[in-house]
């Protein structure tokens, strides 16, 4: 199985800072990546798909990037609605597997 | 709108079996492929395997294989997955998820549920 690793697990932020976080693949996935987001006792929610598509709705200062086996998500302005845990999915190859997650919170 | 509804919490004892459904609506429930994904307390998610709601093949991941069964009833837009012999480490959250292009197996998933708690204690 494809391994995903994302970094940081957690990291502190502060309403209107820029954000980033990365995802790494244990082989190529090509630009086979998601990202979702995940709030306490919520489903995810898809923000990304093919590694830089926004999904409809989504605002636009959500942004993803990269190919073969590294990957970035930016929040350009982050707002208190996105304090979240963010993870990463391949979608390349069977099965589909995710990242350990990302958790944003408040400075 | 399209809205994937699941059955609620359930408690089972260890070696028991669970069946939780995903009703879906606001779209053509055959037309796009069902998976199922699971969340143990403050893990990551794992995927669970899919089911094509047209004609009922099945894709499980090796971790389930012979423990899983995925179904449904097109009569009702609703799919099933029920876990046989259930242990404490299959305690966690199960969402059904829809994969997100009509006909095509993309898995990416663009809806999900609001996700059933199993709890398997004894």
């Known amino acids: 199985d494809i391994q995903m690793t994302q970094s940081p697990s957690s990291l502190s932020a502060s309403v209107g800072d820029r954000v980033t976080i990365t995802c790494r693949a244990s082989q190529t996935i090509r630009t086979y990546l998601n990202w979702y987001q995940q709030k306490p006792g919520k489903a995810p929610k898809l923000l990304i798909y093919?590694?830089?598509t926004l999904q409809s709705g989504v605002p636009s200062r959500f942004s993803g990037s990269g190919s073969g086996t590294d990957f970035t998500l930016t929040i350009s302005s982050l707002q208190r609605e996105d304090f979240a845990t963010y993870s990463c999915q391949q979608s390349y190859i069977a099965p589909p597997t995710f990242g350990q997650g990302t958790k944003v919170v408040f400075k | 709108q399209v809205q994937l509804v699941q059955s609620g919490a359930e408690v089972k004892k260890p070696g028991a079996s669970v069946k939780v459904s995903c009703k879906a609506s606001g779209y053509t429930f055959t037309y796009f492929y069902l998976h199922w994904v699971r969340q143990a307390p403050g893990q990551g998610l794992e995927w669970m395997g899919w089911?094509?709601?047209?004609?009922?093949?099945?894709d499980y991941a090796q971790n389930f294989q012979g423990r899983v069964t995925m179904t449904r009833d097109m009569s009702i837009s609703t799919a099933y997955v029920e876990v046989s012999r259930l242990r404490s480490d299959d305690t966690a959250v199960y969402y059904c998820a829809r994969d997100i292009m009509q006909w095509q197996l993309r898995r990416e998933f663009d809806y999900w549920g609001q996700g059933t708690l199993v709890t398997v204690s004894s």
């Open positions: 093919a590694a830089s």
């Open positions: 089911i094509n709601p047209n004609s009922g093949d099945t």
